[in-house]
């Protein structure tokens, strides 16, 4: 059996959230899930990009970026080879589009919010922890705003997380570390929210195709991930995350 | 209603597949889903990557282009910014894996088969067009290496095909047109083998979430256009398809 | 004898002219000479470079680009290199300049027309063939302002066309294809208006140099080149062409 | 009196090192001085660059970066500008000079060691922190291979360490934060040798010049934060600095 | 009258070239025609590109770039906005050629010539005389390969020499400086052996079309300034330039 | 002894100062320092960059480049790798620090002067060299500027001129060539003032560490460079240098 004793097929890693992780940044959170250590960074910036401007609605965008040694060998650094890998270009275009589906974007206003996932330390599951992560210190930056200067509409609605499943020697995993995942047949990422709808579904046959059956398995076992995952969440941010949820009218 | 008397929620845009449509490209479709059109090229190279040098195996890879007005309003080439964008770089990825994955890079041997697919005009499911183009313009370099020296195992297991589905206005529709996918609530991206089995999943929650139920519903529409899109491709290969799926074994 | 009974040496090759190619494009045209199929799309945009901020005056610029297939061997795509090629450069100058020659830019007023010559396949001529065609599609963008919205002079002042000529195993060719161009000591691109006048001459003695009596029998072969695609245009464009060459003054 | 009660004008701040800091790399270090935070990751790779080919020797280089958050306002990421900044090229040049001076590297043999200092907060002082920790992981990176594979001269032969002096309203501190940093008239980086030699002197009059003397007290100063540092790093390393300074003769 | 007193429409600039002017190039250049200051360097390495690997056969291309302050107001570089531009691309593409035209590369053997042609001042005809300085140096490095290893057949076969004509104000003139270039309706480029004959013809009607006769009347003038040119050229060279169209074959 | 009889360990190579070295620039001196030739053109823009608009100050910032045949073997140009190299970027950071220092940004204005300098052949210090001309070429510009509308205050504080020192087989060396830094084991740049004030102390032990003692050595025989080149500059401004260190009002 491919996890020996140590953990469940249906179990997440052990998760660490340390907020406020550095100091000049709106929203820090420090995350850890297993041996994946992601460092998530929110800045608020007091403009839109050109598309937005004067529709008096906010943005959100991700950077994703790995740092050189945090993989097992050396990886070269973007800007020696004057490219963003497509991988880099699809992750941050996720986390973006995962964390932006929550917000009430004419409820923020005109302001931009930059979130910075860096890899400290990659051992599988880095776009998902990275999604789980961000959350928690776009919560941080928002909250920070609404202190300086309360919202109407709490612009956050929901709650967001993420998680990876997949099929490894025939084993349908939740969690998978980098080993497991170098391995896995079919690969699958999940964006959820905390009322266990959807945001993103991504399943792929790596290697070979898979029925309907089986994609029904994974996404049962997404949403036991997702669930504890959303957990994780809670804990950490316990009455900081009051206004996510209250339908967004404050009074 | 949205579509019309014109076309039904659960039915595909017509499909015109021009084979050979240029004289030096291995394989080179034509593909016209509705008003979408997408130039598909496969080039063959006697040279892998890299990562491949001396394990006996081939490689596919998949270049994804608009032309600067495929769109309705004029697209800066990626040249002129000096960067590929992120969109771009995610299709091009997903083109690539979707053939990959039907193919035994193995029995093909130390080659690599170029796809190129450069939209000509684009009205909605660019990225699922040029797969199931480039199925086409696949087989037919396949075809002309097996011309000229047999495979012993035939690389090519099964088609593969790709169709959108998403949530406009509230209705379940198959094959979003541009002026549907723009107003898409949800929108899904199904690459799916002749024997009903999945490559890829992607579904996206543009702007709410969606239930598992709702996830079920498109699935099952995507499974109706994938039908329609592989008869296509039948029609348009017809004896040309005819060692696809034999279980690949040549004799 | 080189070319065999197929085309005399002062031949060009067949002309197809195809208008309204795609559907966005103000203008756009697909122009096939032989086996050369070049796509060309004019696209109106209301502003012009900084540059002319301010002058009342419009600007045609050109772009032009081979797709990576349309060569007898991979072109890899300029993006990849993150260069545009020299080649290019040149090509897309000599359009651009070739179509404002013949254009009133002050009468046309602070607009600039994107001209997009994308070579679907290249078999020799494509740069001449590329202001032939373009030169249709700047007629059709400019029309359609003028439909809208009458010019009180109508910019386009002449036709222009342009064709090639050649010195191949010691004959003077007209409108050389590319296995013709490939052996050719001296080469020529001539650039022409439809009143015999020469907007751009250029001759390179590619392996050896020329005298100005051979200069003068290349001259005289392109300019019934000339005269045969101008007729071409003519053809293609029909009524469409009335108001080019009246002087301007619309009353 | 600008530091306050809180830190004496010779006294460097409260120093951190955490060694393992990630499990991949060779040698990796999170150095902390002050609110300064630096990741200092050490990898070795088994060949040399293309001018050191055949030559029996080894090479360090190292790469640094600051991530877009450990600074007060964002920074955007190099790869979005497509440019190294300036500064940026010369503290890598920098640290990497640092480290090639007193290391043997005839002894290290064909191999290049990667150093890469990744800034997760800067408060001041991020190039002489990041050669102080790049040392450490140095260190232990070669202890890696020694144990592996014992070297006949031990390759490093000194500590080095670096610090910063400044005067800031005409007071000589040493170890500048941000804050005095940015009021600095002089500023000045010193790197030297745990036996008292200097590797590297930089001083600079950002705003005016300075006399002999002053750069006599500037280097005075220096001298005892290099104490300070060097005491630091022995406490770090312990029984593993053994080798250093031994002669570099093992027996 | 245009020019004044100062200079006859028929009559180049005074022209003045310093050979050996920078010491480590094979071949060193600055040429001087009126107030354009060229220097041009040839180089000679010992391998060829990659195209021409094993065909025992030389190459020779050239670098053209200004200073940024060779021009009135200062021109960006190229670095700075990560892009050469088109006008750049053409000419040193234009000045390789021109040189090719004239050498044997099969005499010269598995070398490339570079040749770097500075703008040191622009005042006009910089092209021009990048040729026709590039032509000194490039015998120069020649002459220097044939002292220390005579050639079986000396690879330089003609003189080669450029110069430019164009109608300002109705009136033909030779030669053109800045002032005049920039009014002229006409522009024309022509690079010539001593045996009178045609390397390049570039004519462009920059803001109107031209006649047959008007060709006729700058090609008949362009000639009378290339044989000022070559003169030039000769005097220069002097005895250096012996082995230059003696057919080629020594002994 | 290494220098043989030609010059004195603390000697400076002959300087030769040629001012108005090119027509446009508004400063434009050609500087040779023994057979390293620099070109310093000094222009002036009248716009400041956008962390300075609105604060009624200047700027000064300074390129510096080696053309490709300044060096032994030809150096690819930054264009052709789309970098620009370390060496490079930390010269011209320098050169700017340094002339910025000795001028009064608020007297100047809001302008800014571009000061090129690009390298025509390099024997060793080209970067001092280039501090030594760029002066004397920022001077010939202010004055344009002050004799078209005089400042208020004159904005030249000091002179400003660099040199370099060496540690060179054991002796201590004024004013390195190339052959003499390739072998130095300390090399020490610094820039200083007619006031004997420091603006720039920087020294690297290349191969090996330096003590006390020996920096104190280099400063002093730095000291008797830095009065030889000032005298130098004087001789070349003569009057024109009048308005520097006038204490700065003019009445």
New interface residues.
């Given amino acids: 059996m491919l996890r020996g004793q140590s953990r469940k097929k249906d179990q997440v890693r052990p998760v660490k959230i340390t907020r406020n992780y ?4 709106e929203g ?1 959170v420090l995350i850890e899930v297993g ?1 994946t ?1 992601v ?1 998530c ?1 929110a ?1 608020i ?1 007091e403009k839109v990009p050109p598309f937005l401007k004067g529709k008096s609605e906010g943005w959100i965008t991700a ?1 994703y ?1 790995m ?6 060998t ?1 990886k070269v ?3 020696s080879k ?3 890998d ?2 880099t ?2 992750i ?2 996720l986390i973006g ?1 995962a964390l932006r ?2 917000v009430d974007l004419k409820a923020l206003g005109e302001k931009t919010i ?1 979130i ?1 996932c ?1 890899v ?2 990659a051992d599988g599951g880095t776009r998902t922890t990275a999604i789980t992560g961000s959350f928690i210190a776009l919560v941080d930056a928002v909250n920070k705003l609404h202190k300086e200067n309360p919202f109407k509409i709490y612009p956050i609605r ?1 709650f967001v997380t993420a998680i990876s499943v997949g099929i490894v020697d025939d084993e349908i995993l939740l969690d998978l570390c980098y080993e497991e995942d170098s391995k896995a047949m079919v690969d ?1 990422n999940i964006v ?2 905390d ?18 059956n089986t ?1 029904n398995e994974l ?1 049962d076992l997404a949403e036991k991930g997702i669930k504890q995952m959303i957990h994780m969440q809670k804990e950490s941010l316990k009455m900081d995350s009051l206004w996510i949820g209250t339908g967004g009218v404050i009074d």
Same sequence: chains 1, 2, 3, 4, 5, 6.
């Fill in positions: 550095t100091k000049y940044a820090s041996d250590k460092l960074n800045s910036e950077e970026n740092l050189p040694r945090s993989t097992q050396r650094r973007d800007i004057l490219k963003i497509g991988r270009m699809e941050q275009r589009r589906t929550v930059w910075d860096d400290i330390q929901n699958m959820m929210t009322e266990g709808e959807y945001i993103e579904v991504q399943g792929t046959g790596e290697q070979k195709s898979f029925s309907r994609l996404l």
